[in-house]
């Protein structure tokens, strides 16, 4: 009796849950990540253009984003306009994980 209850229960809430992702989304397409992860050709998916990030030197209004991930010793920097683009880090710059 247990066993059908637990059925019941789990039963009733995919149910819900599919009725609920119905709902909401009857009218405009899922969000881009179930084209992403799941790749629903019916979910949005976010335009993106190829290219390269500058490499220039950063000024003292820069600020520094992060270090960057395929060059190690540099440092991604956001300038004038939110551009972003490559240079060395700043001395004494460390990554924490």
Not at 66 to 92: H, K, L, M, V, Y
Request: with cysteine; net charge positive.
């Amino acid at each position: 009796m247990g066993g059908l209850m637990h059925h019941i229960r789990y039963m009733t809430v995919a149910v819900l849950g599919l009725a609920f992702l119905g709902g909401c989304t009857a009218d405009k397409p899922l969000p881009p990540v179930f084209n992403a992860v799941f790749g629903l050709s019916s979910a949005q998916s976010n335009p993106y253009a190829v290219g390269r990030i500058d490499e220039k030197s950063a000024g003292p209004r820069d600020t520094v984003v992060g270090a960057a991930a395929n060059s190690p010793g540099n440092c991604i920097w956001e300038g004038d306009g939110a551009r972003r683009f490559r240079d060395t880090c700043p001395e004494g710059y460390t990554t924490s994980r």
